[in-house]
């Protein structure tokens, strides 16, 4: 019922920024809180931020910033001073939520994944 398109990912070099991007599909989605969750080889997936339906509340981990814009359907996470043990394969993750707060866990629909490569 929800798509979830990923962009932006890439190979950069360490100390570098990338903006990745999740345009959402199916859904108003202003109705949607919203993640980013990672996964490394042999790693579990972690999230990385998270944010409300309207973009009020939010969650990052470490050096990443996360935001939306609901007219767009879009929802970003900055990543800065990039570095080699932030490769991995980035997702976006959408779920129904009746409060605006956001969730770290829980969701119901993912995109397809966009590969981030860090070079040293």
């Known amino acids: 019922q929800v798509r979830l398109v990923e962009s932006g990912g890439g190979l950069v070099q360490a100390g570098g920024s990338l903006r990745l991007s999740c345009a959402a599909s199916g859904r108003t989605f202003s109705n949607l809180a919203m993640a980013w969750f990672r996964q490394a080889p042999g790693k579990e997936r972690e999230c990385l931020a998270a944010?409300?339906?309207?973009g009020g509340r939010t969650y990052v981990k470490g050096r990443f910033a996360i935001s939306r814009d609901n007219a767009k359907n879009t929802v970003y996470l900055q990543m800065n001073s990039l570095k080699p043990e932030d490769t991995a394969v980035y997702y976006c993750a959408a779920v129904a939520a009746f409060r605006d707060t956001y969730y770290t866990a829980g969701y119901d629909y993912w995109g397809q994944g966009t590969q981030v490569t860090v070079s040293s």
């Open positions: 944010i409300s339906r309207s």
